[in-house]
């Protein structure tokens, strides 16, 4: 099974900062099918980035994804109060499909 | 606006079988080219995938599940049900239905339900 990390395991910054959150595969994930999910306490967690880069329908053009092989990134260009949330990457490229451990994002 | 809703019994026994459903609103089960989803987290764990099923019966399960897993689906009430039998306290977790799009020879999850929290105990 491919593990995913994620790193780091929280991250504190400030509204209108830039949030840079990692996800390392322990193996190639295949023709770069990464995904990003974002969850908030209650809710289901929401697609934002699919294909390694490309954002889901509706997501704002302040989340951005980027990597290929095995290491994968996503950024927040500017933080909304609305964006801290815990994040989590998922490999769908082999099954069996794996979630990294997720990153929370809190407010400093 | 598609939803998916779990439903089943919040504690199970040990050794018992757990039967969860999934109620799909604002769309249809039987729409092509999506295969729907089960997904869960155990407390401090990370998400595991269970398994998928098409409306057409297909299935893939997790080979760490596979044993114990059956998945099938009921297109006249738009709705599809997870199977867990032999149950351990390892299986308590946070069981989420969700809605994957067919990507190639791939899937991707695009839409979640809540989560609904089941407690193996005696």
């Known amino acids: 099974d491919i593990v995913l990390t994620q790193s780091p395991g929280t991250l504190s910054l400030s509204p209108g900062e830039r949030a840079t959150l990692s996800c390392r595969a322990s193996q190639s994930v295949s023709n770069n099918y990464l995904a990003w999910y974002q969850q908030k306490p209650g809710q289901a967690p929401r697609l934002l980035i699919y294909g390694a880069s490309s954002r889901a329908t509706g997501i704002p053009d302040r989340f951005s994804g980027s990597g290929s092989g095995t290491d994968f990134t996503l950024s927040i260009s500017r933080l909304e109060p609305e964006d801290f949330a815990v994040y989590y990457c998922?490999?769908?490229?082999?099954?069996?499909?794996?979630f990294g451990q997720g990153t929370k994002l809190e407010i400093k | 606006q598609l939803q998916l809703q779990e439903s089943g019994p919040g504690l199970v026994k040990p050794s018992e079988t757990l039967s969860l459903t999934c109620t799909v609103s604002?769309?249809?089960?039987?729409?092509?080219?999506?295969?729907w989803t089960w997904v869960r987290r155990p407390p401090g764990k990370r998400l595991e995938w269970i398994g998928i099923?098409?409306?057409?019966?297909?299935?893939y399960y997790n080979p760490s599940l596979k044993s114990r897993v059956v998945m099938s689906v009921d297109t006249s009430k738009d709705q599809f049900s997870l199977n867990l039998s032999s149950l351990t306290a390892a299986d308590t977790a946070v069981y989420y239905c969700a809605r994957a799009v067919q990507v190639t020879s791939s899937s991707l999850i695009n839409y979640w339900g809540q989560g609904t929290l089941v407690t193996v105990s005696s």
């Open positions: 099923i098409h409306y057409s019966g297909g299935t």
């Open positions: 604002g769309g249809s089960i039987s729409s092509g080219g999506y295969w």
């Open positions: 998922q490999q769908y490229g082999g099954s069996p499909y794996t």
